[in-house]
């Protein structure tokens, strides 16, 4: 709706980078739900007058779960105290063990959202919502192992498409992006790699693996993968937020991607928390008439944070930073 308010902060002086951090961050702290530990790597998308949000929120037990929340402005969240409740959609098979790392789309006539499902193992849940009050459960997309389960907001040449990143059932020290198809959202077929992984001496900070973030933005030049990056160091894992272009029609095909990152661990919030050192990004807003970017982003999985850029800025950044 036109009177929405875009979440927006302008570009401090002080600032060189392409990426920019919302003054208040983090926007979701860990303690704003009674039964929370942490929330964070959570995912918002437009809704009627404001904003909606399904967030992860790990309890005091380290439950994983995803909880729904709204917004009029973006930046101020009230979170539901109780996690969502799944009925059956395409299937009767709605059995997890835990959900988290959601992400969020409109397509067509519903929101569409993919979360790493517990299913003997992660793999990618699917489910949806008209109205962020009751959701319905579908089919798993894929086999175990498998996470960041990402879709475009638009059928590709008449199917769904989902970017995923196939893994382990550990603290994956490897993983490339993936692309399926699926006719109906519940079978999916024709894997295709899209990226992978870099070696250290041409990008080392997405040299031990990579995944999908936010819901991909179709642009002039192709589609806007943000994405992350995860470098292996002497004090474990550090993630960093990159993106790359992907062809509008073959996806697969990786146009530009970025050497540098666009924003790494750097901030308190993000350096210290449960695991420190983690840019997780995980959803997007953007404004194509203002040239405005807004990116939530998981906070040493501790927390949200809220990032802006000019598309137009990232987009260029990308094709001059290609590897």
Same mark, same amino acid.
């Given at each position: $709706? /036109?009177?929405? =308010?875009?979440?927006? #902060?302008? %570009?401090?002086? @002080?600032? #060189?980078? &392409? ?40 309890? *005091?037990?380290? #439950? $994983?779960? !995803? ?28 059995? @997890?063990?835990? %959900?988290?790392?959601?992400? &969020? ?27 962020? *009050? ?9 086999? =175990? ?8 907001? /638009? ?23 993936? !692309? ?5 959202? %519940? ?7 899209? $990226? ?9 900070? #997405? ?18 993968? !943000? ?22 029609? /073959? ?27 983690? &840019? ?31 598309? +137009?800025?990232?987009? /260029?950044?990308? %094709?001059?930073? +290609?590897?």
């Amino acid at each position: $709706m /036109q009177n929405r =308010p875009f979440p927006w #902060q302008d %570009k401090p002086e @002080s600032c #060189q980078d &392409v990426i920019w951090r919302h003054s208040e961050n983090p926007i979701i702290n860990r303690y704003d739900i009674p039964t929370s530990n942490s929330i964070f790597n959570s995912a918002v998308v437009p809704f009627e007058d404001g904003y909606a949000g399904v967030f992860r929120c790990d309890n *005091k037990a380290v #439950q $994983m779960n !995803i909880f729904a929340g709204f917004s009029k402005n973006g930046i101020d969240w009230e979170i539901n105290h109780e996690p969502i409740k799944m009925q059956a959609g395409n299937t009767d098979m709605i059995e @997890s063990d835990y %959900k988290y790392d959601p992400r &969020v789309v409109f397509i067509e006539d519903r929101y569409w959202i993919t979360w790493c499902n517990g299913y003997h193992g992660p793999t990618i849940g699917i489910g949806y919502t008209l109205d962020f *009050k009751e959701f319905f459960q579908c089919e798993n997309a894929f086999l =175990p192992f498998n996470r960041n389960g990402v879709l475009f907001p /638009q059928k590709i040449n008449g199917k769904y498409a989902m970017l995923s990143r196939p893994s382990d059932n550990g603290h994956t020290p490897f993983g490339d992006i993936y !692309i399926s198809y699926s006719p109906d959202m %519940k079978y999916w077929g024709e894997h295709r790699c899209v $990226m992978k992984a870099t070696a250290f001496e041409d990008s080392a900070w #997405q040299c031990t693996k990579i995944g999908a973030g936010p819901i991909p933005i179709l642009t002039k030049e192709g589609w806007l993968m !943000i994405y992350h990056g995860v470098i292996t160091t002497c004090n474990g894992f550090r993630y960093a937020m990159g993106a790359a272009l992907l062809d509008e029609n /073959q996806p697969d095909q990786v146009k530009y991607r970025t050497q540098p990152y666009l924003l790494g661990p750097a901030a308190p919030y993000e350096l210290m928390g449960d695991v420190p050192n983690v &840019v997780f990004p995980c959803a997007a807003l953007h404004d194509e008439k203002e040239d405005k970017l807004a990116i939530y982003y998981g906070a040493a999985d501790t927390a949200v944070g809220l990032a802006y850029g000019k598309l +137009s800025e990232v987009i /260029q950044f990308t %094709k001059d930073n +290609s590897l």
